[in-house]
């Protein structure tokens, strides 16, 4: 993995690491931030946890998706709407059985086109290849996975069949509110992004498993995290 310089920053790494963490980990606006580091004797304004999550979020990204191990074959697809700038907008995204967040892309459009770029990027980016693709009765499922040779593998249903990806959903839509709604679709694709990256690796899936298991689990993760957000 690269290391991540914090040269030139007026505050510790582990500061700037915390900060971070708090926005993405929790759903938390860069004042909420700027509180819980008051609290800590932290003086830092909520402009400059802004900057750092811009600056020091997508390395971090990029990183623990370099230590996460290969998902599962059985994906989930869906799209969900959003408003974007004033404007209408898809978030189309893709989870596996177990709901890790495999891909996702901020599109105008709800078309073969759009479905198309999903499956293309998943394809490119996925180390496993898909076993079966479950998707809701959107037609641009069926047209673009004909068009890539994976009709085989495609199961339509309604939203029993995806619920896992409906449920996936839900933590997008808590930050959407909590950030009143996306900026622009740069901004939008930046930030969810690097959200589904921090997600995955500390999404333990708690109601399932007993307090040893957890506390396993949440140890890793932050032995995860430390080694991603390493200085140089």
Not at 93 to 107: I, K
Request: glycine letters at 4%; hydrophobic letters at 40%.
């Amino acid at each position: 993995m690269k290391r991540i310089s914090f040269s030139r920053h007026r505050f510790p790494a582990d500061v700037i690491r915390h900060a971070v963490w708090l926005y993405f980990r929790f759903t938390l606006s860069f004042r909420d931030v700027e509180e819980l580091l008051a609290q800590r004797g932290i003086e830092v304004s909520y402009e400059t946890v802004r900057c750092w999550t811009i600056k020091f979020g997508p390395p971090i990204a990029r990183n623990l998706k370099r230590r996460r191990p290969a998902p599962s074959p059985r994906w989930h697809l869906d799209e969900m709407v959003c408003t974007v700038g004033g404007k209408r907008m898809y978030l189309w995204r893709a989870v596996d059985d177990e709901g890790e967040v495999l891909d996702l892309v901020m599109q105008r459009r709800r078309d073969t086109e759009a479905a198309l770029k999903l499956l293309t990027r998943l394809l490119r980016n996925q180390p496993v290849e898909p076993e079966t693709i479950t998707t809701d009765g959107l037609g641009s499922y069926v047209s673009a996975l004909r068009e890539l040779g994976l009709h085989d593998r495609h199961r339509p249903g309604r939203l029993r069949e995806n619920n896992r990806a409906e449920n996936s959903h839900l933590p997008i839509r808590r930050r959407e509110r909590k950030m009143q709604r996306f900026k622009s679709q740069a901004s939008a694709q930046r930030f969810l992004t690097t959200h589904a990256a921090i997600y995955n690796a500390f999404n333990v899936q708690r109601h399932l498993i007993r307090r040893p298991t957890l506390r396993r689990f949440r140890a890793e993760s932050m032995t995860t995290w430390t080694a991603a957000t390493a200085a140089a």
